[in-house]
């Protein structure tokens, strides 16, 4: 198959930015095919994280003296970033969390434990991640709601026909689902999902760990009362991502955590709470890691969300296209127009725990496991699936790579 690739992305820049591509595993270079885990950083980020440690560092919010002025202004800075990567109309919206995990566990427990009681109905999707899953069926049991799932179709995409009858089933109060599928890729139909959850009156809550880093977000746009995302899937440090959340909403909810800079006032007799954001940031934040979170988001932003969607479209497509060559591996999820750059398959007769092992062997990194979504692959009648993901340093040699490498899976091990 012959490869054109029509990106407008620089990629050789782009990838001189990322020290990582230095490195060799058996004297081969590293072809890193794992960034829906976690991405590698460029780098300007790693630089910004550095000078701030250097010359600008102290606890955030508390001293008087400039030094700690100017760690608030990086800190606040970076949080004013994230609002308008997401467009969100204030940025006493964004919540820093320790990642997407932490801000859908806030979401759940937060605004759950109050909102929900039997007859109530929680909607998630069969694909979804655990960390958007777990939270909402614990929460759930523990308030007697119900917990149901918008079920999928053999090409992993969400079968919303399902819908009429779910709405059946009691007063559904939350709607939560993913993006972007890390498992498959599927692109869901969050907007749709959202119309439908306000009519029924419910919120709806978007995991955005997998979209984010990949494309443009609009919370407004996509009408949807929580978002979430963590900084490590694009570009940035780990230990530290965002919550979004409509104002009024989080104004009616409890803190998640307590703890120092959370309160208004403490007595022996009562506490009062801070005002947003800071009611749901008890605690020293991840100072530094919020500032490498703003400066991982410029620099997307520089290269352009869009040319980074288009670059990712082109290798998605090429994969499926050379993979599908290939009679004994099978490719799970939608076409590469309804999906983004993750590629999950499965080599005949060879445990993925195994593939990614001798691919390991030749340079090549990619994900083998359930993906942290045991239900999907339960309905995809598998335990584990090997996955292949692409960010914007990924390149085709690298994908014909993997396929070079599953040929050598393939005669060592099928
Ligand atoms: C779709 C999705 N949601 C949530 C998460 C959780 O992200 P984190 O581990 O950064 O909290 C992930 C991580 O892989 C994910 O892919």
Known sequence: MAVSPTSTLDVAAIRADFAYLDEQVDGKPLAYLDSASSTQKPRQVLDRMRSFYEHEYANVHRGVYRLAERAT???????????AF????????????????????LIAYAWGLENLGPGDVVVITEL????????????????????????????GELQLDALDALAREGSVRVVAAGLVSNSLGTINPVERLGAWAHEQGAIMVVDAAQAAPHRAIDVQ??????LAFSSHKLCGPSGVGALWGRAELLEAMQPFNFGGE???????????FNELPYKFEAGTPAIAEAVGFGCAIDYITEIGLSAIEQHEHELTAYALGR????????????????????????????????????????????????????????RLGVTATSRASFYLYSIHEEVDRLVDGLHKVRKSLG
Request: glycine residues 6%; contains cysteine; charged residues 20%.
């Open 73 to 83: 202004e990086g800190f606040e800075s970076a949080r004013s970033t994230v609002a």
């Open 262 to 272: 959370m309160i208004r006032s403490v007595s022996l007799e009562r506490t009062t």
């Open 128 to 155: 979804e991640h655990h960390a958007n899953f777990v939270p909402w069926q614990f929460i759930a049991s523990k308030t007697g709601a119900s917990f149901r799932h918008i079920p999928i179709d053999d090409a």
């Open 323 to 378: 993979l599908g060559e290939l009679d004994w591996v099978r490719l799970f999820g939608p076409p590469a127009d309804r999906r983004a750059g993750i590629v999950s398959f499965d080599v005949a007769g060879v445990h993925p725990h195994d593939v990614a092992q001798v691919l390991d062997w030749e340079g090549v990194c990619v994900r083998a496991g359930h993906h942290c979504t045991q239900p999907l692959m339960t």
């Open 86 to 105: 997401v467009n969100a109309p204030s940025q006493r919206e964004v919540v820093f969390t320790r990642s997407a995990t932490e801000a859908l566990n």
């Open 221 to 226: 746009a996509l009408g949807c009362d929580f």
